[in-house]
C-alpha cells in the first residue's frame, strides 16, 4: 500500500520546466548593464563629454559642482561639470565576419569621434570616444 501511494504521489507531481537549450542565444554579447547584443551585432559605448564654459577670470573659483580644467584643445581655461555617464548600443556587424574592425563596421561613431576596440580582438565591444579639439 505504501509503495502504491508513493508511486501515485512521484507519477501525480508536476515537474519542474526545464528550459530549452536550443532558446538561448550561446553568442549573446551583453553590452553595458542591461543589453544585449545578437550573434550579427557588436557592442558600441558611446561616450559623452562633460559640459564646459570657457572663463576669462581664472583667479575666480569655478561655479560649485563644476572643476576646472584646460578645454578646447587649445588649452583655454574653462569650468567643466562632471563627465556624463556612457550610453551603451547594438550595431549591426553587417558582412565583417567573426572579428569586425572599426574601419569594417563602417560609420559606427559620429563625425568627430574615433573607434577603437575594447579588450581583446575578439571581444566584439567597441568605444566611440571625442576627437581631441584642434
Not at 7 to 23: H, M
Not at 49 to 69: F, I, L, Q, V
Not at 100 to 128: I, K, M, Q, W
Request: a negative charge; charged letters at 20%; hydrophobic letters at 20%.
Amino acid at each position: 500500500m505504501r509503495l502504491l501511494v508513493s508511486l501515485l504521489l512521484l507519477v501525480g507531481c508536476p515537474t519542474a520546466d526545464k528550459p530549452d537549450s536550443t532558446d538561448t542565444d550561446t553568442d549573446a554579447l551583453a553590452c553595458g548593464d542591461a543589453l544585449s547584443c545578437g550573434a550579427s551585432e557588436v557592442c558600441v559605448r558611446d561616450s559623452h563629454e562633460p559640459e564646459c564654459e570657457n572663463r576669462t577670470d581664472t583667479g575666480a573659483p569655478c561655479p560649485e559642482g563644476t572643476t576646472a580644467s584646460m578645454c578646447g584643445g587649445a588649452g583655454m581655461p574653462c569650468c567643466c561639470g562632471p563627465t556624463p555617464e556612457s550610453t551603451y548600443r547594438c550595431h549591426e556587424a553587417g558582412t565583417c565576419g567573426e572579428s569586425p574592425t572599426c574601419e569594417c563596421l563602417g560609420e559606427v561613431c559620429g563625425e568627430s569621434e574615433a573607434c577603437s576596440s575594447v579588450g581583446s580582438e575578439t571581444s566584439r565591444t567597441y568605444a566611440c570616444d571625442e576627437l581631441p579639439k584642434p
